[in-house]
């Protein structure tokens, strides 16, 4: 019988549905995707859950403005969610949103056995409101303004069912003491312990100035508060009222910014042992990306999106730059400059160039196969000690969430390969015997060391520690590889390598930076376009849109209508493609009066150098507008074939003038 695996159950906060994801949420989710690749790699068998927080009055108002009831514009924010997490790469095995039945019944449930065990009572609430963040802020006056997010607060009294916080000071110290690994870092845990120390007030926990909320049962209009909602929804989404079915609670870690600590290490704990079921073993709280030292947020117009980031350096150099970057646990700054900075000296000159470098040196010497090493000397020692010395050092420092540190020590192992390659020049040794079975111990050391940090970093860079292991002929899935067999020596001589894929192209950090931010400003901006026509489409699908919207045969136009576009004789005179953008080219096109740069979607089905000098029809009087970052001012005009939609370009069988109209 197999043993059975150990469960880790993993959450990250559920996010607001009144914006959409920025990069702070994006890191949240982001490690938690790593710990959940890691742990797997370390053979625990991991849920991860993340979701949307939907309730409150914020939700309310913005449903108003937006003019649809609640519901409906909630479920369209947590489908954007749930869309850009899996487009990302990094789904939930469980999304819980606050408005599924399930939660709703979990949280009166909640409620229930906190009543019956006698922590619950009715009272009356006056304080300061902040409704943006969804928190009475206590010793606030009246007339000040939000603590955190500075907009003025509202006074507040109402009814409430109150939560009697203050019976758990002793308990929470007391399992603070005997769990001392419960609130991560170290300082925060400090921070905690003074806090409660300092006394607990009992706490509201149902509003009635409210109504999108979940109704307290038998107590209309009573719904309950935003934290007492909300933090229920980690046990929600693993069963609820029948969790011990499903065997994943209590939560192993619960992944939170260091804005929501208080309330998952002094309220939800005090929650739980209310209802004396078990409370989670580790909250960790990071700090926050900071633009320019303040904290990101859509009202302060300092957001970084997500999104154009991976468009235009792919979703591994993101994750890499994240954890890389930052000691998790403390504040640090986005930086545009930094990212890419670190893009192209650790991941293309680094990794990227490891990879190619020695595999191409494999494919040339040994004909694609990984060489037998022969006898070794002292500097082939001495990295391959160093390579297995890093195995172990980077497993704790993940074990302890030190990203950054783990990353460090996988890419200072990379520089000690890159500087063995140099100083052994095995592509200067010649064919004796000698020379061809030090080149062989060289490339298998390197390919080697290549399999260590590969195996390694898969959980921060899935993608490219895919492609690199396939690269290296490896057949083992490697998100189910096990780090713990991990080793120096198991790259088998005379596997076959695989197929070479780009890993991180170079790029210019000016014009990375443009394309970025100018993608960023297309989606914080985005301005009604018309339906995308096939060769200037970034997808091939825009191909399919484009048909999918045109007017039904029937719906003939006049001619006056076709004379509006101006169609023309051009001729391109270069075409590259576009890093970040694999289905564009980036053309320059001579169409007679004038040289146009013209993006076309047509890079999976042309090489750009077959197309210089050819003749093609384009549109030249539609409105420029950018794709993927990058100007396009006209549009090439191609066939759609095929239910993929595959481009064929315009062709004429005579000589044509460039700039000749086409009527
Ligand atoms: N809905 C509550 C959480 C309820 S959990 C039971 C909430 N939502 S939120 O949308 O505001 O997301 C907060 C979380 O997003 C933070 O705790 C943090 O994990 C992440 N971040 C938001 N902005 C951030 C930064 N600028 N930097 C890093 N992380 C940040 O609070």
Redesign the pocket.
């Known amino acids: 019988m197999p043993e059975k695996k150990e469960k880790f159950y993993l959450t990250?906060?559920?996010?607001?549905t009144n914006?959409l994801p920025?990069?702070?949420?994006t890191?949240?989710t982001v490690v938690a995707d790593v710990i959940r690749r890691y742990k797997r790699m370390r053979g625990y068998d991991v849920v991860m859950t993340t979701g949307t927080?939907e309730h409150g009055v914020n939700v309310e108002r913005a449903a108003k403005k937006a003019g649809v009831p609640e519901s409906e514009y909630v479920a369209k924010m947590a489908d954007a969610w749930r869309a850009l997490w899996d487009e990302l790469g990094i789904p939930a095995d469980e999304f819980i949103r606050t408005t599924d039945l399930k939660h709703v019944r979990t949280v009166q449930w909640l409620f229930k056995l906190c009543r019956e065990n006698g922590y619950v009572y009715k009272g009356h609430y006056t304080g300061q409101y902040c409704i943006y963040d969804?928190a009475f802020v206590n010793d606030a006056k009246p007339g000040d303004n939000c603590p955190d997010c500075g907009r003025p607060l509202e006074t507040v009294t109402e009814e409430n069912y109150f939560f009697k916080l203050s019976s758990f000071q002793k308990p929470l110290l007391d399992f603070y003491k005997k769990n001392p690994e419960f609130i991560q870092p170290d300082t925060r845990r400090n921070e905690i312990i003074s806090f409660v120390e300092g006394g607990l007030k009992d706490l509201s926990i149902t509003r009635t100035t409210i109504r999108w909320g979940i109704p307290v049962p038998g107590e209309e209009p009573h719904v309950f508060y935003?934290?007492f909602d909300?933090?229920t929804?980690?046990l929600s989404a693993v069963g609820g009222p029948e969790y011990e079915k499903r065997g994943l609670w209590p939560a192993d870690l619960h992944?939170?910014?260091?804005?929501?600590i208080r309330?998952?290490t002094v309220y939800w704990p005090a929650f739980l042992m209310a209802a004396m079921l078990p409370v989670p073993k580790q909250v960790w709280a990071?700090?926050?990306?900071?633009?320019d030292a303040a904290?990101?947020?859509k009202s302060k117009g300092n957001v970084v999106l997500p999104r154009p980031i991976v468009n235009m350096l792919g979703m591994d150099a993101l994750r890499y730059f994240l954890l890389r970057d930052v000691v998790f646990g403390q504040d640090g700054n986005f930086s545009y400059d930094a990212l890419v900075t670190r893009y192209n000296s650790d991941l293309a000159n680094g990794l990227g160039n490891l990879a190619s470098r020695t595999a191409a040196l494999i494919e040339k010497n040994f004909a694609g196969k990984i060489p037998k090493p022969g006898a070794l000397k002292p500097q082939d020692e001495v990295l391959a000690k160093e390579a297995q010395n890093a195995i172990g050092e980077v497993l704790e420092n993940f074990d302890k969430l030190s990203f950054a540190r783990a990353l460090e020590t996988i890419w200072t192992v990379i520089a000690a390969a890159d500087k063995y390659l140099t100083s052994e020049q095995p592509w200067a040794l010649g064919n004796s015997e000698a020379d061809q079975s030090r080149k062989a111990t060289v490339l298998w050391t390197t390919a080697e060391l290549l399999r260590i940090v590969t195996a390694l970093s898969f959980p921060v860079l899935p993608d490219s520690a895919t492609k690199v292991w396939t690269l290296l002929g490896q057949s083992v899935v490697l998100g189910k590889f096990e780090l713990d067999g991990l080793r120096w020596g198991q790259l088998g001589p005379g596997t076959s390598l695989g197929k070479s894929q780009t890993l991180f192209p170079r790029v210019d950090k000016t014009e990375a930076i443009e394309r970025i931010e100018s993608m960023a400003n297309e989606e914080l901006n985005p301005t009604p376009a018309a339906p995308a026509p096939a060769a200037s489409a970034p997808t091939a699908t825009g191909a399919s849109a484009a048909a999918a919207t045109a007017p039904a045969v029937s719906d003939k136009i006049g001619i006056e209508d076709f004379a509006k576009v101006e169609m023309r004789v051009g001729q391109i005179k270069t075409a590259e493609r576009i890093v970040g953008a694999d289905k564009l080219l980036k053309l320059t096109v001579d169409i007679g009066t004038e040289i146009r740069q013209i993006c076309a979607g047509i890079a999976q089905y042309y090489e750009p150098e077959s197309l210089i000098g050819r003749k093609v029809a384009v549109v030249v009087n539609l409105a420029p507008r950018k794709l993927r970052g990058v100007e396009s001012n006209g549009m090439i005009v191609a066939a759609s074939v095929g239910p993929e939609g595959r481009p064929v370009l315009t062709a004429f069988l005579e000589e044509v003038e460039v700039g000749a109209r086409l009527k």
């Open positions: 990250t906060p559920i996010y607001y914006g920025h990069i702070g949420h890191y949240t927080d969804n935003v934290w909300a933090l929804a980690y992944l939170v910014g260091k804005d929501i309330f998952h990071h700090g926050w990306f900071l633009m904290k990101m947020s």
